[in-house]
């Protein structure tokens, strides 16, 4: 039973206001003492005309409640605080969880509306940096989170595979490729080819305006510069795919920025026909104060040549009509606002449905660094993301080496790779975030590996007990002890927090969730015997541990974090 429309239910009976509005006022307080549900009478002192204190009797006077579901309620300065019945929250949560057991938390309310999630998104022939990893993991965690809640999700990687730096990098492939072996750290090799060449055009006038007509030959499909791209890109994704392998993120499309190179035409076409497009100093521009916007967006630079943004326009018209999205995500670094803002601005003027424009949204997130000083490529001095990764395995593997487990190679790679995973899920998305691996490698800490330990508890409880008891048949006044009602309290809320999550494109609200289910889940075990000599008291426990293990197991897998066999 849904406790809160319940007592939404009885309040308004009782004071003849509709009941939704009574039930957005209803709070969760901070304080137990305070009871389970409270409502805020003061939020109806003006339509009542009556002070809160006043309204908090007179509703505690009339009110209708079942004492079996509600068994008190208080009146607390002008708020009326309600206690569940310990006995029947038990009893529903226990009754929501077995509808769908190991499912629990799944849901239809997608209904199958298509959700584009545009993830990663790095550029070819420069190397994957702390911020790509960033984008990957929130992506990943977003798209399995819609596909969980009955979305249709559909996960594209836009490769920054398009620009004059590509005729750049073939002319110095042209003269310095045949010095470099490729099968090793290509990417590096690529960035140096790229750092000579553009010391090069520095230094020669010449070479600069060859890369520009190399260009221009790329851009026309000369097959020699073709050819040359596809190996940077192949070599590139080459790359960016053992990343992927080791976080396990999987895309339903890898397309770049070139892939609308052709398509980019119709934009200006739409936009010059509605009259949208004006000249500024030779470029093409379309100006949007009127949406608040003060700086132009360029769609074309003077020397006729494409930009960034008309790419991206060009993509929204390619998804609208491709996939007929609800919604499309981008999830790219906060320094891009403003290119989103400008893009989604002029995406209305394209003639599409106002289906897709609405859709639209870029889900930002903050600066990310390591604790040594700011990563840059430009600089050099980033650290390499594949090499964060595999020190994350090894310093994993380092700490489980004395334990008792079996394959420990593939259990230091899910608990490094969840911490990993975890650390950049931690916090809200939009906050800036120093990137620490020995904080995120803390089995201790609120952190990946802590959660990941305490489902392997749930998982080991359950093993030694050898058996899962009958639900129907619980004693469940052997559940209703503080530490257990917080428990079942927090598991019942799990539907909830997936849908603010989504409500907020937040993992963060999934990630803090499940840092308090395993801190519940601790103070449970330290305070009740699971396996026992009360078999009642047993069977109760043990199904409160396998619920704590569905709802772990589904909460992790949501983020992208395996869970080891054991410890
Ligand atoms: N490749 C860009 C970068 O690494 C990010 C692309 C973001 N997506 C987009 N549709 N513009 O900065």
Request: hydrophobic share 35%.
């Amino acid at each position: 039973m849904d406790f809160k429309s319940y007592i939404a239910e009885a309040i308004s009976k009782a004071t003849n206001i509709n009941k939704d509005e009574i039930k957005s006022y209803i709070e969760i307080p901070k304080i137990e003492a305070n009871g389970d549900f409270a409502f805020p009478c003061f939020r109806l002192a003006k339509e009542l005309k009556q002070s809160p204190v006043n309204i908090a009797n007179n509703i505690k006077e009339k009110i209708e409640i079942d004492n079996n579901i509600i068994s008190r309620i208080a009146v607390v300065n002008g708020f009326l605080n309600f206690y569940v019945s310990k006995i029947s929250l038990v009893k529903e949560t226990i009754q929501k969880f077995d509808i769908q057991k190991e499912e629990y938390g799944k849901s239809n309310i997608g209904e199958e509306r298509t959700v584009i999630v545009e993830y990663s998104s790095p550029n070819i022939a420069k190397p994957f940096h702390i911020g790509h990893l960033k984008t990957t993991i929130i992506g990943n965690a977003l798209y399995k989170l819609y596909e969980f809640l009955g979305f249709k999700t559909i996960g594209i990687n836009h490769l920054g595979d398009y620009g004059t730096q590509f005729a750049k990098l073939i002319e110095g492939y042209k003269r310095w490729g045949k010095e470099y072996d490729f099968s090793t750290d290509p990417i590096d090799k690529l960035a140096d080819i790229y750092k000579r060449i553009n010391a090069l055009c520095e230094e020669d006038e010449k070479v600069l305006e060859e890369c520009r007509e190399t260009f221009k030959k790329l851009e026309n499909g000369d097959p020699y510069c073709i050819e040359l791209w596809n190996k940077f890109k192949d070599l590139s994704i080459k790359e960016f795919e053992k990343i992927y392998d080791l976080l396990g993120v999987k895309f339903d499309s890898i397309k770049g920025e070139a892939f609308y190179s052709d398509k980019m035409q119709e934009v200006i076409d739409i936009l010059e026909k509605s009259s949208k497009l004006v000249e500024s100093q030779g470029a093409k521009v379309v100006n949007l104060e009127d949406q608040g916007i003060n700086t132009p967006c360029i769609i074309q630079k003077a020397n006729g040549s494409s930009i960034y943004a008309t790419r991206d326009l060009a993509a929204i018209l390619y998804r609208a009509r491709t996939y007929d999205f609800d919604k499309c995500l981008y999830v790219v670094g906060e320094e891009q606002s403003l290119h989103f803002k400008q893009v989604f601005a002029v995406a209305k003027y394209l003639g599409l449905d106002k289906k897709y424009t609405d859709g639209l949204e870029h889900v930002s997130y903050g600066m990310i660094r390591l604790p040594e000083g700011k990563m840059s490529s430009r600089k050099g001095n980033f650290v390499k993301v594949k090499d964060l990764l595999d020190e994350a395995i090894s310093k994993s593997k380092e700490i489980i080496q004395d334990r008792d487990i079996e394959n420990k190679d593939l259990v230091a790679k899910q608990v490094g790779i969840g911490a990993v995973i975890f650390e950049d899920l931690a916090e809200s998305r939009t906050k800036n975030q120093v990137f620490d691996l020995k904080e995120a490698l803390n089995f201790n800490g609120e952190t990946g590996p802590y959660i990941q330990y305490m489902t392997v508890r749930t998982k080991s409880v359950l093993e030694k007990a050898g058996y899962l008891p009958d639900s129907n048949n619980l004693n469940l006044s052997k559940i209703t002890d503080d530490s257990t009602i917080k428990l079942l309290k927090l598991i019942d809320n799990f539907e909830d927090t997936l849908l603010d999550a989504m409500n907020k494109n937040e993992p963060s609200v999934i990630s803090r969730y499940l840092i308090d289910v395993s801190k519940a889940f601790s103070t449970f075990y330290n305070e009740n015997k699971i396996i026992c000599e009360d078999k009642e008291a047993e069977d109760a426990r043990l199904y409160v541990t396998y619920m704590t293990k569905t709802v772990l197991t589904n909460g992790l897998h949501l983020l992208g974090i395996e869970v080891p066999e054991k410890m």
